[in-house]
């Protein structure tokens, strides 16, 4: 397949959070200055973190989570391409992929001169031995509903079980401010449990007490910083919630147990729970890649051996934890590079460096959320928890902010929600 090249070339591998937002950053520094096309396997973006919120209140996330991603690219002229990418040729810089709206389409070969990869993670529940038996989730549509359904028609009222299993995080290129994490997103571990215990709490089927919450790390979202996680675990173990550190990993799940890998086991009726976060397996052994199949980038989101190759997202190795929040910071970071390579933005503000933060804002259940701003997990020093309406009200209202504006959130969205939240509400670290 051949287009006609007369402007640069910019494949954006991916589209949901990270690939709309790198595409869109990329057309709003760079104008006209190239071609932008986005694949993607499937035509919408699948808004995660509200997933478990809507299933909780009782809508399908099928229904209320799903954004027409062909919309949102058409208003910036970025050709969209539904197809299966199978193949990343770093040394010919082509991208192969195999079109998906029919089956039975060929493989094409697409040539770039800039490459976006951000394709996320394999979320690898199918390593989890008995999951596909026992165990259930919240991270689509599809283990939203299912979990759904057992609650509200099988669950007899026994022990829960939330948490994550080992992330397997590469260590090539990982720069030495960058911990290592034993796991790979925790804020979706505690906002499912404190929502699932107010659901259960309203359902009449248990509550809080019901629940144990696990990690294989020290301490969970570690990311968040101590004084943020021991306020967070006080008060859950206030309302009654239990709390298992260090299990290392998951060794199998059975009708009624969870085994960890360093021995230990918990009685379990329900399993909630987040898998490793693996790269895509065609991603493993590129030159650009880390040991396990993330992209070795540089602060500007770029692989320093291949300047034409960028990541963002969960697919780059510096994004750690797997945060969307993260994953948008970083896109910005990419728009600026492409838009200085081609002589749309002076050098001073194309060469900004990424700067990372963690902020997640969970959902608690009954109306309420919880809001974390830290940076303390790469060395800074801001650990902020607020808990309340506010945050849960944040949290309905980005998402309705980012559809409306099919993905374009306005520059002051993010920095007004922290101000409004920081200031108003009081801190409880
Ligand atoms: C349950 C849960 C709750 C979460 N809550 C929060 C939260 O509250 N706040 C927060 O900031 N983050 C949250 N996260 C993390 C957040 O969802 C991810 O960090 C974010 O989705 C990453 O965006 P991404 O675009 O990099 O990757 P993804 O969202 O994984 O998107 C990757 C895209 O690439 C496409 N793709 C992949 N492989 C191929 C292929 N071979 N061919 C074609 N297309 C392909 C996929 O279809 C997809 O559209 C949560 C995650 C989970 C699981």
Redesign the pocket.
Known sequence: MDTSKNKPQVVV?????????AAQKIREYAGDACDITL????AY??F?????LEAFEGRDPSVTMHMDLVDALAKDDIRFMQ????ELDIDAKTVS?IPNERPGAPKYTISYDYVVI??????AYDDIEGFAEYGH????AFQANRLMDYLKNDYKGGPIVVGSDRFEQGQKGRPDWLPTALAA?E??PV??SLSLGHWLSENNKGGPKDITIFTPAELIAEDAGEKVVGALLEAAGSMGFNYVNKVEGIKRITADTIEFTDGRSLPAELKVL?PNWKP?A?LKGLSVSDEVGFIITDMRMRNPDHPEVFA?????AL?VP???????QECDVVGRQIAGDLGKMSKKDADVDWHPEV????DMGGGKGFYIHATSFFGGDIQELRMGKMPYMQ?IAYKEIFFRNKGRVPSWGVPISEWSLESLMPGKT
Not at 118 to 123: D, K, S, T
Not at 137 to 140: E, Q, R
């Open positions: 591998l991916g589209g949901n959070f990270a690939g709309l937002g694949i993607d396997r499937k973006l699948d995660i973190p509200n997933i478990s197809a299966e990418i199978t992929i951000a394709l996320g993670a394999r979320l989730a919240v991270s689509d997103c804020g979706p906002e499912v987040l895509h065609f963002c997202g969960d697919a780059a994004t797997k945060l969307g929040a993260i994953g948008h902020i997640c804002i969970g949290k």
